[in-house]
């Protein structure tokens, strides 16, 4: 089931609505990360000011050029971490263009499903962000305890909250959020090996930004070949 539904997201990649929806959560995304990066620059060169006197040496003037561009690898790292957790909550605004591309292709016959309020699209978005970063944070000392493992609990634990994430956004459209999050309990195992599926590229620079599309299409398949609706 799973595999399936994840190659028939990918051969929907070329539908201008998934495009359109790419290119709005990559465009927001790299604003959000090139905001971050230059507040860390920013906030360096200010903690530090222009120049440090040291005992016995005198004053340095280059201090902060040498911080400020220490910052740059520090981000590169951190945007492994905060590129999906922002694409998606961007994405997730977007959501209802990706489930209904996907349903007018391959489920013709159901009609357009109600519409998600923006606000309450907004507010998923968000917390979906809060939670998967502190997540991530949170996981940053289990990497740490556990380095030969860390793979395997970044994908676990990524995989588990993109599952939950995914399907309950992408099933609350046509059975509301109290039955989509009953469904999800009943196949979490199910939702979870897809979630790890969907966190395995995380990692991968570029091709990490189409998990967001890929996992709202992905789960829109499988919610519906769990409820027997295709």
């Known amino acids: 089931m799973i595999p399936s539904a994840f190659l028939k997201a990918i051969g929907q990649l070329d539908d201008p609505k998934f495009r359109k929806v790419l290119a709005k959560g990559i465009g927001f995304t790299l604003l ?15 903690l530090v000011g222009d120049s440090l006197t040291l005992p016995w040496i005198g004053e340095i003037t280059w201090v902060d050029n040498v911080l400020s561009w ?29 489930a209904q591309a996907v349903e007018d292709r391959h489920y013709p016959h159901l009609g357009r ?16 962000l809060g939670v998967l970063a502190l997540a991530n944070i949170v996981a940053l000392v289990l990497y740490l305890l556990f380095a030969p493992l860390a793979p395997f609990i970044f994908w676990g634990l990524n995989g588990f909250l993109l599952g939950r994430e995914y399907f309950i956004l992408a099933a609350m459209r046509r059975v509301g959020r109290v039955q989509a999050k009953k469904l999800w309990k009943r196949h979490i195992a199910t ?8 966190a395995l ?23 519906h070949r769990l409820t027997n609706k295709a």
């Open 201 to 223: 590229p995380l990692t991968v620079p570029v091709v990490n930004l189409l998990v967001p599309v890929l996992g709202a299409a992905t789960f829109t398949h499988v919610f």
């Open 32 to 46: 959000v990360l090139f905001a971050f990066a230059a507040f860390l620059v920013w906030g360096a060169g200010w």
């Open 70 to 98: 220490a910052m740059v690898p520090v981000t590169a790292v951190l945007s492994v971490f905060l590129m999906v957790p922002v694409a998606s909550a961007v994405t997730g605004l977007f959501l209802e263009d990706v």
């Open 191 to 198: 939702i979870w090996i897809g979630g790890v599926l969907m």
């Open 113 to 128: 499903a109600e519409q998600v309020p923006i606000s309450e699209s907004i507010m998923d978005g968000l917390g979906f």
